[in-house]
């Protein structure tokens, strides 16, 4: 078996031929008619008519040799038969086909259309020039990429070769075009705000680090564009939403990716529960309208999501799945021992509600498999989230987890600065304490508030895990088309 160095002097042997003939190996046109879909669409008009087409595409397939030469050609996801034959075109072109071409390689071919005893749509094929000649085989047909980590690699590959993987990436654009419509629809407005921020706040988490060198300042990549969402409520209008890029200086594991997409969208006199009804409806709406179904396939069965989703308070999470009797009164060295009996590490450093909420994602949260809307925190587990009128020590805040992923995270949005004053206060404390994931003080944010943040409802959907959830995939890696990745070791 030929190694890839040796296939590769192979292909650039016939690339010298191509030019030795004239033909131009990477031409800067093509003079295809209708694309290849088009062409199947239309087949049985273009064939009784005899009409002569151009098609493009990249070659995947070649069979036979001497007079007749069959080969398939792709573009996208329609692909169709070419036939080179003995007398339909010169014997110089003929040659050159057999002589030059690999599967891999992109052709442009000018011919009619027909079909086959076989009942094969074809192109008979009077003419043909390269439009791009590839130097390195394509993975095998049958096998593909058999190295996982070569898969996420290479994904161009991936999706080439797979069509499952292709189709999951389709999917993946067809929710997020989905989610837009529902919104835009809803009154929200789609706005863009700063990847590079001085201080990186809105979330609970470590942020990547730059620096400018024209401002001379350090920069941060966003953990979240919340802020600056809210930042626009302040500025007049009342209903935002941003679909983009955060990133994380955190592991990698099956649910994170430090570079991942989230939504988020801000509404003015909305709430977390009026919120939460929505959240429910758009995720009902995005399952018909993409899938026309009312329910999500997963490994060992399957979520009726035209049900109504349950509600549960954080604190009887641990009381129905854990064995935890008394959660809300528990001191932080119950927990860190609680923590123990379920495997949970717990540094010196780690607040009470780090240790609850590594307990709850260990012991509580792969048990949810029916879409459950979880609510009734611990104040201290969001700085930006408002106090519930009937117990102060909790927030308005839900979480949404479905097949044991969290989906959506949103709450009532703290408009009062005094009190959001005095929440970074504390946040701020756990920064000297040790603690890596907080939100920093933002004078700029308590300025901007100051003016008048009206009541409102926020909320953060995981793009990545939505998808995953839809498309019934278990890593975050196989619906990011370009995961973050280890350097390869030579």
């Not at 192979?10 to 088009?38: C, D």
């Not at 941060?220 to 809210?230: D, S, T």
């Not at 939504?263 to 529960?273: Q, R, W």
């Amino acid at each position: 078996m030929a190694s890839l160095e040796e296939i590769r002097v192979e292909r650039l042997k016939k690339l010298e031929l191509l030019k030795e003939k004239g033909m131009t190996p990477y031409p800067i046109a093509t003079k295809r008619s209708l694309s290849v879909a088009s062409a199947i669409e239309s087949f049985t008009k273009l064939s009784e008519t005899n009409k002569k087409v151009t098609l493009a595409g990249r070659v995947m397939a070649i069979r036979g040799q001497g007079a007749l030469v069959f080969f398939n050609i792709r573009e996208g996801e329609a692909t169709i038969q070419g036939l080179l034959k003995r007398g339909e075109l010169s014997e110089d072109l003929l040659m050159l086909f057999q002589d030059s071409i690999d599967v891999g390689d992109f052709v442009e071919c000018t011919g009619t259309l027909f079909t086959t005893n076989r009942a094969e749509k074809t192109i008979l094929v009077k003419n043909w020039k390269i439009l791009a000649k590839s130097l390195r085989p394509l993975p095998d047909k049958w096998h593909g990429l058999q190295d996982v980590e070569e898969r996420f690699r290479k994904r161009y590959l991936d999706t080439l070769m797979s069509e499952d993987v292709r189709k999951r990436f389709m999917v993946r654009s067809k929710i997020i075009t989905e989610i837009r419509a529902f919104l835009d629809s809803a009154g929200y407005l789609e706005v863009e705000t700063p990847l590079l921020q001085a201080l990186a706040g809105g979330a609970l988490a470590q942020p990547f680090k730059t620096h400018h060198n024209a401002l001379d300042i350090d920069l941060n990549l966003r953990i979240a564009p919340e802020l600056y969402l809210k930042k626009l409520l302040v500025g007049g209008f009342p209903r935002v939403y941003e679909i983009g890029r955060n990133f994380r200086n955190e592991g990698i594991d099956m649910t994170h990716n430090p570079e991942f997409t989230m939504l988020e969208f801000y509404g003015s006199y909305e709430t977390a529960a009026t919120q939460m009804a929505f959240v429910e409806k758009m995720i009902k709406t995005i399952v018909k309208r993409v899938f026309k179904k009312t329910s999500i396939t997963i490994d060992d069965g399957s979520i009726d999501i035209s049900k109504k989703f349950a509600v549960i308070p954080f604190f009887d999470l641990f009381k129905r799945f854990a064995s935890v009797e008394n959660p809300e009164t528990m001191s932080r060295d119950e927990w860190a021992l609680s923590a123990e009996r379920f495997g949970v590490h717990v540094d010196a450093h780690e607040a009470i509600e780090k240790i609850m909420d590594n307990v709850y994602k260990k012991a509580c949260r792969p048990k949810i498999v029916q879409p459950t809307f979880i609510i009734d925190y611990p104040a201290s587990f969001s700085p930006f989230a408002k106090r519930q009128e009937k117990d102060p020590t909790l927030i308005d805040r839900f979480q949404l987890v479905i097949d044991g992923v969290e989906l959506v995270n949103a709450f009532s949005e703290l408009n009062d600065p005094i009190d959001q004053r005095a929440r970074y206060e504390e946040q701020d404390k756990k920064k000297k304490g040790g603690e890596g994931d907080i939100s920093p003080s933002d004078e700029d944010y308590l300025e901007a508030i100051e003016y008048g943040l009206s009541p409102a409802g926020g909320v953060g959907v995981g793009i990545d895990r939505l998808v995953m959830l839809l498309t019934n995939t278990r890593n975050i890696r196989e619906v990011i088309l370009f995961p973050t990745m280890r350097p390869k070791e030579e």
